[in-house]
């Protein structure tokens, strides 16, 4: 079944692009099970990706190999994420990834509109020439701070968000003077994008979101588990900028409240931002950073 098979060939050629089915999954893990030493997550996710009816996951073989996938994420109508990218080890370097991603953006001008985003690390230097290529631009950079916790703090700073104060906060955040410096992204959980009530909607719902100090900040921030390690993680974060380093405070005791061992923040990288964590006493826990380019209509 080749529903969406691309045409234009790759080099070399017999590379054929179509959506994901549900028999591909021994040889997506296969593929997987080779990538960052066997730490990929897309195992993880996958199926939930094969059941995606708003987005679009894609394969590509080789003869009879899996040689590939990648998939289009649907956030809101006119706001999409690409991710899963991966070519099989054996098949790198010959122009795979180039070929999927234009596959998929082609999916995408079919399905979708308005902007496209991806995240990639600052080392992998094939993605941002694939992005180069076809015409994204970097429109943000991030890196991961974090801070052990301690349980001796004011964690009461924090109150949950109501239902019933959903647009009030939203308005808060979109005119927070914070926000521009947050390249106008906030991350959904590795997923970036502009600020949207449904999204805030989401955290409120799930009750992740915040008020600091009354209505002088809102946070939204979710748990994630690493190797049994839980970090509390600082997800959107509207206040004004010279809050910014007792909100990340006050933050570092919330998590030790929450039962996580560190706070953590996928962080913009910008010069009062980083001001801001090393006034309260966050460490940069990766030797790299995260680009997001970017993709509009
Ligand atoms: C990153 C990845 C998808 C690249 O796949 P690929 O099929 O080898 O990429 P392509 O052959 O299409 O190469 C794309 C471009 O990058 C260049 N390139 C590839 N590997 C490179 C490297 N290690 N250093 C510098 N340039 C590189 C290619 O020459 C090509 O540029 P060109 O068209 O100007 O010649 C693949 O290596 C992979 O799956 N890695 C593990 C998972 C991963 O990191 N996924 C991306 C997450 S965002």
Redesign the pocket.
């Known amino acids: 079944m080749t529903p969406f098979a691309f045409t234009e060939s790759?080099s070399p050629a017999e590379l054929v692009c179509r959506a994901a089915l549900p028999l591909d999954t021994p040889a997506i893990l296969e593929l997987t099970r080779r990538?960052?030493n066997g730490h990929?997550y897309i195992p993880f996710v996958w199926r939930d990706w094969l059941a995606d009816a708003e987005g679009f996951l894609a394969v590509a073989e080789y003869g009879s190999r899996i040689a590939?996938m990648g998939k289009l994420t649907r956030l809101a109508e006119d706001e999409w994420w690409l991710?899963?990218?991966?070519?099989?080890?054996d098949?790198?370097?010959?122009?795979?990834?180039?070929?999927?991603?234009r596959y998929l953006m082609e999916r995408w001008r079919a399905l979708g509109k308005g902007a496209i985003r991806?995240?990639?690390?600052s080392k992998?230097?094939?993605?941002?020439?694939?992005c180069d290529?076809l015409g994204f631009q970097k429109v943000a950079e991030f890196a991961a701070f974090e801070k052990p916790t301690k349980l001796n703090g004011n964690a009461d700073a924090f109150r949950l968000i109501q239902a019933d104060e959903l647009e009030t906060a939203f308005a808060f955040a979109t005119e927070s003077h914070l926000l521009p410096l947050c390249f106008s992204l906030i991350d959904l959980g590795w997923q970036w994008a502009n600020p949207r009530l449904a999204y805030l909607k989401r955290y409120v719902t799930a009750a992740q979101a915040y008020g600091w100090r009354g209505n002088a900040a809102l946070v939204c921030a979710d748990e994630d588990d690493e190797d049994g390690i839980k970090s509390w993680m600082l997800r959107w974060v509207a206040c004004e900028p010279q809050d910014l380093a007792e909100v990340l405070i006050d933050f570092a005791h919330f998590a030790a409240q929450n039962g996580c061992q560190k706070a953590a923040w996928i962080a913009p990288l910008q010069s009062p931002i980083l001001q801001a964590l090393e006034k309260a006493g966050y460490q940069a826990a990766w030797d790299f950073s995260l680009y997001v380019f970017e993709y509009s209509d």
């Open positions: 790759p990538i960052w990929d590939g991710e899963g990218l991966r070519v099989h080890p098949f790198e370097g010959r122009g795979f990834a180039t070929h999927i991603h991806l995240a990639t690390a992998r230097i094939a993605v941002h020439r694939i290529k």
